[in-house]
């Protein structure tokens, strides 16, 4: 019914940046609270950021905060994560999810293909 796409991973190194695109389809997509998680190697799923189609609300982990911005574009239905100053330690594959009504891991009904992210020191 919703579908992510995700692109705009990549290699690049400390201090740089990066730009993800999800595109979301479907008839229903207007219905979910939108935003990115992260898998590292070996580790759990993390929330990185949320948005609402009105752009009325934003959330960001507090490991992100101030280097990640998360904004979205109503009529391409898309939703984008500028990523500045990246750490060796966001090295991850990177999830556009769609939630309701929450953007929980729980709660989670949609998930993008996943697009890598690797920060060389």
């Known amino acids: 019914q919703v579908q992510l796409v995700e692109s705009g991973g990549g290699l690049v190194q400390a201090g740089g940046s990066l730009r993800l695109s999800c595109a979301a389809s479907?008839?229903?997509?207007?219905?979910?609270?939108m935003g990115w998680f992260r898998q590292a190697p070996g580790k759990e799923r993390e929330f990185v950021a949320a948005?609402?189609?009105?752009?009325?609300?934003?959330y960001y982990a507090d490991s992100v905060k101030g280097r990640f911005t998360i904004s979205k574009d109503n009529a391409k239905t898309t939703v984008y994560l500028q990523m500045n100053s990246l750490k060796p330690e966001d090295t991850a594959v990177y999830y556009c999810?769609?939630?309701?009504?929450?953007?929980?891991?729980?709660?989670?009904?949609?998930w993008g293909q996943g697009t890598q992210v690797t920060v060389s020191s």
């Open positions: 999810a769609a939630g309701s009504p929450l953007l929980v891991i729980e709660r989670i009904d949609y």
């Open positions: 479907g008839r229903t997509v207007s219905r979910y609270r």
């Open positions: 948005i609402n189609w009105s752009g009325s609300y934003t």
